[in-house]
């Protein structure tokens, strides 16, 4: 079973896909599609074939990633990686690429995340249940990003699920915590949301650069 959004692209998902194994084993694959959004969703292949929108959402990952990258040069207390990283939870069967993962060296030291390597280039996967995912969604990742993953992230055990929709105005920026029923928005105040995963607050601002392109700054305090 496969779920394919695609824009005239044409993917060839291999028969002996049939499981949360098997597809772990074909992103290792050489023949593994380079491009595209491709993950293990309840039971079967989710592709987005897609073309990525430059300004509201690889610019708006590019941004939460290098915001978050700096303030941990300041406070070494763990990792965030970008979409390349493939994301597995066993007991939920979900695998994929989130638009960033963060997970504490505490995490890594007790298990709750496990670094995995690949057939041959070094450790290409994690497993288990990273403190933080973000998520911006695209009209071809809507149903996934705000309904599917919001649950399934829930149900993996990560603490804060962080979802941006740029796509209209005012762009939506929600740091979504935990609780014991599911995730919930966490309160805003002037614009600000805090993170207990950083222990910082965030605002998400748009602004244009010197051509009139937008510009997506990820401010902290």
């Known amino acids: 079973m496969a779920v394919l959004i695609t824009e005239d692209v044409h993917l060839d998902i291999p028969t ?35 073309q990525e929108q430059i300004f509201s ?13 700096t303030l941990l040069r300041d406070n070494d207390i763990g990792r965030i990686f970008t979409d390349g990283l493939l ?33 041959t280039d070094g450790f290409t996967e994690v497993q288990g249940s990273p403190e933080m995912v973000l998520e911006v969604v695209s009209d071809s990742s809507e149903e996934k990003d705000i309904l599917i993953l919001r649950e399934d992230y ?12 740029a796509r209209e105005k005012p ?13 919930v928005s966490t309160r805003k105040v002037g614009g600000w949301v805090k993170s207990i995963v950083f222990g910082h607050s965030f605002r998400l601002v748009e602004g244009k650069d010197r051509s009139g392109n937008p510009k997506y700054t990820l401010e902290t305090k």
């Open 57 to 69: 959402h690889i610019d708006v990952k590019g941004e939460v990633y290098f915001a978050i990258k």
């Open 154 to 165: 829930f149900a993996a055990g990560i603490l804060e699920y962080w979802l941006v929709d």
């Open 171 to 183: 762009i939506q920026f929600d740091i979504l915590r935990r609780n014991s029923k599911g995730f």
């Open 87 to 119: 994301l597995t939870n066993e007991d939920i069967g979900v695998s994929g690429n989130p638009d960033a993962t963060f997970f504490t060296h505490e995490a890594l030291a007790e298990g709750r995340v496990v670094l995995i390597e690949g057939r």
């Open 16 to 50: 002996w896909v049939t499981d949360l194994a098997t597809f772990r084993r074909w992103t290792d694959e050489p023949d593994f599609p380079e491009t595209g959004n491709i993950w293990w969703l309840r039971g079967e292949v989710w592709a987005d074939m897609s």
